[in-house]
């Protein structure tokens, strides 16, 4: 295939959850918007309204409660559970345009559109748009360009510019009016440049997307480092990061909370370690992973200067590689007892599956064979995520989370699982 004639579309949510929120409650449609992270704490979607009143991401609540009541600003809960499932849907939805496809993050999907001759490729971003529009509600922007690099550019341009109707295709355009919109943009839009290079790139004198691209790949590379060259070439046309058809399976993965409310007692912060030990090997063997060790960690508030800080944590080796939740919570739970200290208003707590191996790769015993321990406990684990996807999650776990959790975060104003709860579904009434 020759690589400067691809076309990789970058299709992206638009502020998608409060997107989410909006398609099951259409009267917050033209109103402020945010959805706050865990415990209620910042603002990590922002609808366009909200943008323009200046709120930046990541921006406590508390801050905000006098612009709220000025303005009306509308506070949701994260509902993660929605989030999820109205991803998969739109993932779904996308790889019937396309064989290949890289899902890049919850919200945004690239496709591979090269050789697909029959189409207009900006009307072919316009059919995507309108499919899944009519099938979930969701308002997307594509963008088109020869590299990832340039598709993220490309959509970035649709969403700032209403004359592209939300499609956006560089290749269709000349290389003048490439260079005026290049011009344009700010060098810190680039994928891969960011907040904290942009300064640095400033101070050389590179301000716009145009500068970067006319620098010299070489020199920048000996003053920044070889993804800086990458990410030239690739604004330059140059294919440098393949589009991954099949997301790489985690080599760590964390599962961490804040509490809802300060935490003492050493049952409490056992109950939130078996959870979220539970919700990390429903990953791990999601990806088809084994576990060789288990790091848990504790701290309280680094923010309350009224109490006394403490943080530790502990990495555990296992002698044998492991999918099991009761193993790995056994494990945790042991190392949990040893940092933990009397005394402290815990914060915080957060459990870390490393040194990850493939399930055929697993390294055996000195016996070198599967114990019928080993099957027993396959079938189980493979029972209980049958039975909680089927049911719901959590309707067979560890007694060790505990029942009533009153530490979990808090979600004052989440709305309801409209698409994954039965008991929450969207009643049309005569």
Not at 115 to 136: A, L, N
Not at 163 to 175: A, I, K, M, Q
Not at 374 to 399: C, E, P
Not at 411 to 419: A, E, I, L, V
Request: net charge positive.
């Amino acid at each position: 295939m020759d690589k400067h004639n691809r076309s990789i579309a970058l299709i992206d949510v638009n502020n998608f959850y409060v997107s989410c929120e909006r398609v099951f409650n259409p009267k917050l449609e033209g109103r402020p918007v945010v959805v706050l992270s865990n415990n209620d704490g910042c603002a990590v979607a922002r609808s366009n309204e909200v943008k323009a009143l200046g709120v930046k991401m990541g921006q406590p609540w508390f801050q905000l409660k006098d612009l709220a009541k000025k303005h009306g600003i509308i506070a949701y809960s994260s509902n993660y559970a929605l989030y999820a499932d109205m991803s998969n849907r739109v993932m779904s939805i996308l790889s019937m345009f396309s064989p290949e496809q890289e899902i890049y993050s919850i919200d945004e999907c690239f496709l591979d559109l090269t050789g697909f001759k029959r189409h207009s490729h900006t009307g072919y971003g316009q059919k995507i748009r309108k499919r899944i529009k009519q099938w979930t509600g969701l308002p997307v922007c594509v963008g088109i360009g020869l590299t990832k690099t340039l598709a993220k550019l490309a959509n970035h341009i649709a969403k700032k510019n209403l004359e592209f109707n939300g499609v956006c295709d560089l290749n269709s355009l000349s290389p003048q009016q490439q260079e005026d919109w290049f011009s344009k943009i700010e060098v810190g839009e680039i994928w891969g440049i960011g907040r904290r290079l942009a300064p640095k790139l400033h101070e050389i004198g590179i301000k716009t997307v145009w500068d970067l691209q006319t620098a010299s790949p070489s020199q920048l590379r000996a003053r920044f480092s070889v993804v800086m060259e990458k990410i030239i070439r690739e604004i330059n046309g140059t294919s440098c990061i393949e589009l991954e058809e099949i997301n790489p399976p985690k080599k760590q993965i964390v599962s961490s909370r804040s509490f809802g409310i300060p935490v003492s007692d050493l049952a409490s912060l056992e109950e939130s370690v078996s959870l979220y030990i539970s919700r990390a090997t429903e990953k791990l063997r999601r990806q088809q992973s084994y576990a060789g060790s288990v790091h848990v960690s504790i701290r309280t508030s680094p923010f309350n200067e009224k109490e006394p800080y403490y943080a530790n944590g502990m990495t555990i080796a296992l002698p044998r590689q492991t999918d099991d939740t009761r193993l790995l919570t056994k494990v945790a739970l042991w190392g949990l007892r040893r940092i933990y200290r009397r005394g402290y208003q815990y914060q915080k707590a957060g459990v870390m599956l490393s040194e990850l191996v493939p399930r055929q790769y697993r390294q055996l015993d000195l016996f070198g064979s599967t114990s019928t321990a080993d099957t027993q406990s396959s079938k189980l684990m493979s029972v209980m995520d049958h039975i909680n996807a089927r049911m719901g999650r959590g309707t067979i776990k560890l007694a060790s989370e505990g029942f009533k959790q009153p530490w979990k975060m808090k979600q004052g104003n989440k709305s309801p699982n409209y698409t994954t709860n039965w008991d929450e579904l969207i009643c049309v009434l005569k």
